[in-house]
């Protein structure tokens, strides 16, 4: 089955601390993204990677990283810079066609 | 800024009826627009695309495209109570080094009752 997998689906990270989401698709697709939504809100971009070793920033970068080591992986490092965290996190990948698909989403919350 | 407009709704429409789901978008580069469907608490799944003007239909979905007045809408008909769901535009506008980066509108919240 092909798709877009994100773990760990529920995720809790204290004050202080660095947390990394994953993000990992067989799709073979190029062009990988990183959205956070919160509630009642649009999708708001933070980085995308248009090919592997590359990567954007996005309209809301500060306080995350990424990487793109592999085709198949972009990784999200929410850092303790990132003053409000807590947000529902979305993973994307897109086709030649501009199609765009989703992973299933991690949830972060602060304690 | 590339906008890409909604209302927020909710709308509300009966069990049977045609719902009718609309978006502005600012950038006249734009080439492709997206229809997801989400439901509450799970991410977004592509319904719809359109990349010319007029209608494309899909079963009970039908996107229309008007690049004149920047104008995209979703129409679903027989709405069902699982139609219930937010619906989110995305529009492709043209950027940098001939990338394409995604713009999503906040969607429009669709509640349809029995």
């Known amino acids: 089955d092909g798709g877009i997998t994100q773990s760990p689906k529920y995720l809790f990270r204290k004050e202080g601390q660095n947390v990394t989401l994953s993000c990992e698709q067989n799709?073979?697709?190029?062009?990988m993204y990183w959205y956070r939504q919160d509630p009642g809100q649009g999708l708001r971009l933070i980085y995308y990677s248009q090919i592997v070793n590359d990567f954007q920033k996005g309209d809301i970068a500060e306080g995350y990283s990424v990487s793109r080591e592999k085709k198949e992986s972009f990784p999200l490092t929410v850092t303790s810079a990132q003053k409000n965290p807590t947000a529902f996190y979305l993973c994307?990948?897109?086709?030649?066609?501009?199609?765009?698909?989703f992973g299933p989403g991690t949830r972060l919350t602060v304690l | 800024q590339k906008e890409v407009e909604q209302n927020s709704g909710p709308l509300s429409v009966p069990e049977g009826a045609i719902a009718s789901l609309n978006c502005t978008y600012s950038d006249r580069g734009s080439q492709s627009f997206f229809w997801y469907r989400q439901y509450s608490g799970k991410s977004p799944e592509l319904i719809m695309f359109?990349?010319?003007?007029g209608d494309k239909e899909d079963g009970r979905f039908t996107a229309q495209l008007n690049k004149a007045s920047q104008y995209v809408s979703l129409l679903i008909r027989d709405s069902q109570p699982s139609d219930s769901a937010t619906y989110l535009c995305?529009?492709?506008?043209?950027?940098?080094?001939?990338?394409?980066?995604?713009?999503f509108g906040r969607g429009t919240s669709l509640i349809v009752h029995p």
């Open positions: 799709l073979n697709h190029d062009a």
């Open positions: 995305a529009v492709n506008p043209p950027g940098s080094g001939g990338s394409y980066i995604p713009t």
């Open positions: 994307a990948s897109k086709n030649q066609a501009r199609e765009q698909f």
């Open positions: 359109i990349y010319s003007n």
